[in-house]
């Protein structure tokens, strides 16, 4: 079982459960779930193109274009729709690595609702996290979303005093120079699991990893 920057950085599969039809990749920064206006690299697209797996996968979620990480994939619609109803119960035990600005605390639980554009309305939202490192001005999170609302790491953070680095939509309130920064979003999706202990992960890119 298992862009802001230069595209290098390529989709890859890391991991599958063939007979339940669950494949998980890894998706860059920079490329988009789906296919979409302005952007020209979207992972559909590329399994679409691939003479490796399947034309008839499908994502069963969504990642932010600026974030990396772990997006399961299906060919059958009912596999689909199945994990997909996992996420909208908030079933699926996720964990993201984010580089934030400022010093955390060393642990803490965001509850902040957030409004949904869609619904017209504040829905509540959770967040956990531990910090794991400090660097000067900014702290390595481990966070756990146990909610899914859209760009939720990112609105939580900053929504407290801590953007994530390199995040243009939801900049922190004062800036500062980042040593190293990599020139895209410092989040990424590290591990998910899904009930019956089926368990994927993702390690750092090294456009992460090296900073």
């Not at 039809?21 to 399994?47: C, M, N, R």
């Not at 929504?159 to 922190?172: N, Q, S």
Request: with cysteine; glycine share 8%; proline share 6%.
């Amino acid at each position: 079982m298992g862009s802001e920057q230069a595209h290098e950085d390529v989709p890859r599969l890391i991991g599958a459960v063939e007979e339940a039809e669950i494949w998980a990749f890894y998706k860059p920064s920079g490329w988009a779930t789906h296919p979409a206006q302005g952007s020209p690299l979207d992972l559909v697209t590329w399994l679409e193109e691939s003479d490796e797996y399947s034309s008839e996968l499908r994502p069963m979620h969504r990642l932010d274009k600026g974030t990396s990480g772990i997006l399961l994939c299906s060919p059958d619609a009912e596999v689909r729709g199945a994990i997909g109803r996992y996420f909208a119960a908030n079933e699926v035990s996720k964990t993201y690595r984010a580089l934030v600005f400022g010093v955390t605390h060393k642990s803490g639980t965001i509850k902040r609702k957030l409004t949904d554009a869609r619904r017209k309305k504040k829905l509540a939202a959770v967040t956990k996290y531990v910090r794991d490192e400090t660097f000067g001005c900014a702290s390595l999170v481990t966070a756990h979303p146990l909610t899914g609302r859209k760009h939720q790491i990112r609105r939580h953070f900053q929504g407290i005093g801590h953007a994530v680095v390199g995040d243009r939509l939801y900049p922190p309130r004062r800036f500062t120079k980042i040593p190293g920064f990599p020139g895209r979003l410092w989040l990424h999706a590290e591990r998910l699991e899904l009930p019956g202990e089926v368990v994927f992960s993702c390690e750092l890119p090294d456009a992460l990893a090296k900073h």
